[in-house]
C-alpha cells in the first residue's frame, strides 16, 4: 500500500494560479493529463503571490505612478476526487487580498469565486513509442464573494458566472511528454454599483455584457515517481471588449489578452506515501489591458484513499 500511495501522489492535481490583471483566479487542473484513480482524494493547500508595476493600456506599455505597485496574496483550498480511473471531479475557492503601494486606492480582501470541474479521460492507448491520452472537460466558476467587480485594478474578481470547455492532448514517451490543449469560455453579464458607462459609447444600464474568452496552452517536461519538472507557454484571447482608455481605470469588460511563459516543479516524499509539494510560477511576456504580472506560487497536497475498492474498475 505505501508503494502504490507513492505512485498515486503523482496523480495530485497542481493548482496554477494564473493572475493577469483583474485577480481572476483559475484553478489550471484541467491543463495537466494526469487522472486521481477511483476512490482516491487529494486535499490541496495554495499560495500564490502576485505583483506589477508596468501595465498594457490597449498596446502601449506604461506604468502609473499613482498605483505603484499592484499585488495580490492568494489563498487557496480545493481538492480531487477520483469517480473513476476515468472520470475526476475539481473544486477551488480562493481568498484574495490585493494592495496598491502607492495613491489612495484601498486593495479588497475576501473569497472570490468557487471553480468546479468535470475532467474526463477519453482516450488513452500506445501510439508508436509512446502513450496517447485525450481529455475533455467541463468547467464552471460560481462568484460567492461580496466584492466589487468595477473596481480594477484591485478587484478580487470579474463577479461573472462562466461555463467552459477544454480539450487536451497529451503524448509521454518514457518519462518525457509534450502536451496541448484549447479552452472556450463562455461569461454571464454582470452588474455594477452605477446605473451608466462609457465603454466606446454611453450605457444607460447597470448591466455588463461580459466578452467570452479563449486561451491555448503548450506544455512539456519530465514526469517520474519522485520528481516532476514542467514549461509552459499560454495564450489567452479574450473575444471582443474594448482598450482602456487614455489615463483611466480599468473596466471589467475590456479586452483582456496576454501571453504567459511559466513552469512547474513538484516533489513527492518517498518516506511520507501520499505528501506532495510544488512550486512554481507564471510571468506575463505581452499583452493588451493588463498587468505585466509576475506570479509564483507553492502548495501542499496529501492523496488518500476515501474507501477500499475491490473491483479495481
Not at 44 to 71: C, M, P, Q, V
Not at 82 to 105: D, E
Not at 149 to 175: C, E, H
Request: net charge positive; charged share 15%; proline share 2%.
Amino acid at each position: 500500500m505505501k508503494r502504490y500511495l507513492q505512485y498515486i501522489t503523482r496523480y495530485c492535481m497542481a493548482f496554477l494560479v494564473c493572475v493577469v490583471f483583474s485577480q481572476t483566479v483559475n484553478a489550471q487542473t484541467e491543463t495537466d493529463a494526469l487522472m486521481i484513480p477511483k476512490n482516491y482524494f487529494c486535499a490541496a493547500g495554495i499560495y500564490t503571490h502576485n505583483s506589477w508595476d508596468h501595465y498594457w493600456e490597449g498596446t502601449f506599455k506604461r506604468e502609473n505612478l499613482n498605483l505603484g505597485t499592484i499585488s495580490s496574496n492568494v489563498y487557496a483550498v480545493g481538492g480531487n476526487y477520483g469517480l473513476s480511473n476515468r472520470v475526476n471531479v475539481l473544486f477551488m475557492i480562493p481568498y484574495i487580498k490585493t494592495n496598491a503601494s502607492a495613491g489612495t486606492l484601498r486593495g479588497q480582501s475576501g473569497v472570490q469565486d468557487i471553480s468546479l470541474a468535470v475532467k474526463w479521460l477519453a482516450v488513452k492507448q500506445e501510439v508508436g513509442r509512446g502513450l496517447l491520452s485525450l481529455h475533455a472537460i467541463v468547467s464552471g466558476v460560481i462568484p460567492v464573494g461580496n466584492y466589487q467587480a468595477d473596481f480594477l485594478p484591485l478587484s478580487l474578481g470579474m463577479q461573472t458566472k462562466s461555463i467552459a470547455l477544454r480539450g487536451l492532448v497529451n503524448y509521454q514517451v518514457g518519462r518525457f511528454f509534450v502536451a496541448g490543449a484549447g479552452q472556450y469560455v463562455r461569461k454571464d453579464n454582470i452588474t455594477i454599483d452605477r446605473d451608466s458607462y462609457y465603454t466606446t459609447e454611453m450605457h444607460y444600464t447597470n448591466q455588463v455584457a461580459m466578452p467570452n474568452a479563449t486561451n491555448f496552452l503548450f506544455s512539456t517536461g519530465y514526469r517520474s515517481l519522485k520528481f516532476n519538472a514542467e514549461a509552459t507557454l499560454t495564450k489567452v484571447n479574450t473575444i471582443g471588449g474594448f482598450d482602456i482608455t487614455k489615463n483611466n481605470m480599468p473596466f471589467p469588460s475590456n479586452n483582456m489578452d496576454a501571453t504567459l511563459a511559466g513552469g512547474v516543479f513538484k516533489y513527492m516524499f518517498q518516506s511520507i506515501a501520499g505528501l506532495e509539494l510544488t512550486a512554481g510560477g507564471n510571468y506575463v511576456l505581452k499583452g493588451r489591458n493588463v498587468g505585466q504580472n509576475l506570479s509564483v506560487f507553492g502548495g501542499v497536497y496529501y492523496v488518500f484513499s476515501v474507501k477500499k475498492d475491490k473491483s479495481d474498475k
